[in-house]
DNA sequence: CCGCACTTTGCACTCACTGCAATAATGGAA
DNA sequence: TTCCATTATTGCAGTGAGTGCAAAGTGCGG
């Protein structure tokens, strides 16, 4: 029998764990709702009294009620993952290293996600494209993080291009954005199919695909 | 009142060069006074009295306040263009085919564009990537209607993918995402730049480089 | 048990946005 | 020109998101 102390699995004190909770609450209340009634059906004051809480409370959680249905964006990958794909040199394709650098991306995820809530903005940003986009949006910070790393990278690949800053930026910027596309279609297939399989295996299967298209080219 | 007279550039009524001018009347209120203060920082009463419209006015002519400072997304391609893209067959390669579709859609402006009110939007969202991104989810349509439309190219190329539905659907919103891709990194070089140049040369130059980076894969 | 820090909440306020109905402007036809 | 149907503008009243502030509640260390 796998004796786990409770402090090992939930950090923190009651604060902490309270606060987790009262977030998920609110996340349930709000998705669940949308569900049933589209997201401009609700309003925030049914979602804080779903969710066992005050209106006020509600924006102490959440900026907007567009972000709590959202959720958490990914978290910039953390610094091994970041020197590793930097430094993976040409001895792994950049595309490679890429896929890589979104897969640790994913896999640390910033809190244990709930199953249940996960499964519900899944179905409900595949059937609000519209939030889904916005979801994609809120992701400019990482993004423009994601800029900041692959330009180290290129660097590193090509040190004559550290000379050529417009070169490189733009370069730079280029590959980012051709990820994101990635991360795009490999959440779009995930949703799409409604969540069989891991995030990551779609990732993969992304990358695949995108491998056979160059290779095509 | 200044009675303009009607020029051949303008067709249509006193009624639809009203409306134009108000249209645009609005954009130069938000965007000066976005950029004098932030967006956030301006209410729709004084875009409107700035105007000289109503409040209730303003809303006639765009839906939220951030409709107006983003502007008209361009349009769906016309219909000879896709055609064309469609049955451009494996003569002309994928890449080069998407890049002269895109080019159409920029090309074929829904309206002509005023310079100042360009020039003013075009500096505000650079300062404020946050209305950028706002700008690209709102290309959502727009990209749904690309991929339909790369999946007809896809199965005139390879009718075999046509047995394949799943597959063919993965590929060209694959696709697809990639060229919206380039078509957020050409708007960032455009708009980094100040605009020097033409918006359809700066794509130009992206899909030069993705060739380039595809290449050296 | 006490006091400190943090959290929740109520309240008052601003502002985006909407529906409706009254009014004004326009375009076309007699 | 004059009259009428259409369409555009506006005021008004109302909903609901989001914020700052201060008071009341709650967990935590001593």
Known sequence: MTVVTPSDTVQGGVRERKRIATRNAIQRAVLTLALERGFDGVTVEE???????????FFNYFPTKEAAVIGDVPATPTEPAIER????????????GIRDLLLSSIDDAPN???ADIETMRRTLLREHPYLFTLRMANMRQLEQELVEIV????????????????????????????????????????AEHGGRGALDDRLVETFDELESLIQSH
């Open 112 to 114: 244990p996600h709930e």
């Open 47 to 57: 979602i804080s009294h779903d969710a066992g809480v005050s209106p006020r409370t």
């Open 151 to 190: 330009e180290q990278r290129l660097v590193r690949d090509d040190p004559a291009l550290s000379h050529d800053k417009e070169r490189l930026h733009s370069r730079a910027r280029l590959v980012a954005f051709l990820a994101f596309a990635a991360i795009k279609h490999a959440w779009s297939c995930w």
């Open 85 to 96: 794909f930097i430094h993976a040199g040409p001895r792994q394709s950049l595309l490679d």
